[in-house]
């Protein structure tokens, strides 16, 4: 298995270099934990292929954003990933040349869900050492009780650590209450999931929470008119693939970096070499 999905990539990763310019839009990579405790887990990405990961981003240019430029961008309002400038007027008319194009830059959203303490203790240091932000989605009630349901060991964040995020430029986002699947409950409990768990971090942190992500990836119309009723900008899913313009802000899609990614499976998640391969494990779960 572990073979075709790398034969599979590699095949798609190949492909799409050669068949350039299809309008790659805005990659949002989704995260868990950053962590050596849980040797094995999918979601606990250990510290030193995180801190690789960050390396390679760097090296190749690319530059975090914001969640809220991230809504900004695919709503067409622009946070950065436009052309700017205008050096038309400096070109001879004489000799007409095609109007130099500012190289694109590589802009990436990095996300982090649950709020365990790891994000804090190792994913934030990496993060740091590039300059680079992450949006940090947190069930209210899991920073609110010190306990995240799970093992003893694994520890939520605290306000204060989350209010040092806050402080040094990353977002903090809710991620409902109890990380209960939304669809699954009844939609009197479901909006209270929504609303109460923006009002309990705002509460926590003194400051706005502008986004939302639903927990599991489980959400429907209902769910997503009550994130919107809610006061939220924008919200993000486990749906694969890139975000172009035009996007709908409270359905924005996430690669899934897993604890299991090479770097090379990193190189290739980035280029969309893997989309349609959680496109279909998505639906074969549906
Ligand atoms: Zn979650």
Not at 11 to 37: C, F, K, N, Q, S
Not at 138 to 167: C, Y
């Amino acid at each position: 298995m572990a073979i075709l999905r790398t034969v599979l990539s590699d095949i798609t990763y190949h492909a799409r270099r050669l068949t350039p310019g299809d309008g790659e839009g805005l990659r949002i990579l989704m995260y868990h934990r950053v962590t050596d405790a849980h040797p094995g887990n999918r979601l606990c990405v250990p510290v030193a292929r995180f801190a690789d990961q960050m390396r390679w981003l760097a090296e190749q240019g690319y530059r975090t954003i914001s969640f809220a430029e991230a809504v900004e961008l695919v709503r067409g309002q622009g946070a950065g990933g436009g052309r700017r400038g205008n050096s038309r007027q400096a070109e001879s008319a004489a000799f007409p040349r095609p109007a130099p194009r500012a190289p694109r830059p590589k802009l990436i959203v990095l996300t982090f869900d649950d709020g365990f303490e790891d994000n804090f203790l190792y994913a934030y240091r990496a993060l740091a050492q590039y300059g680079f932000t992450g949006c940090f989605f947190v069930p209210s009630a899991f920073i609110a009780s010190g306990q995240t349901g799970h093992e003893a060991v694994d520890q939520p964040m605290s306000w204060a650590q989350l209010s040092e995020l806050a402080r040094e430029g990353h977002e903090v986002g809710a991620h409902s209450i109890s990380h209960a699947k939304l669809t699954h409950i009844d939609p009197v409990q479901m909006r209270e999931e929504v609303r109460g768990s923006k009002e309990a971090i705002e509460q926590g942190l003194q400051q706005p929470v502008r986004f939302f992500c639903y927990p599991s990836g489980d959400y429907n119309a209902a769910v997503k008119q009550a994130v919107r009723d809610s006061g939220y900008d924008g919200a993000c899913t486990v749906e694969p693939g890139a975000n172009r313009s035009g996007a709908d802000p409270f359905a924005l899609t996430r690669t899934e970096i897993s604890a299991f990614d090479s770097l090379w499976d990193f190189e290739k998640k980035i280029a969309g070499a893997f989309d349609w391969m959680h496109r279909v494990v998505q639906w074969t779960k549906r």
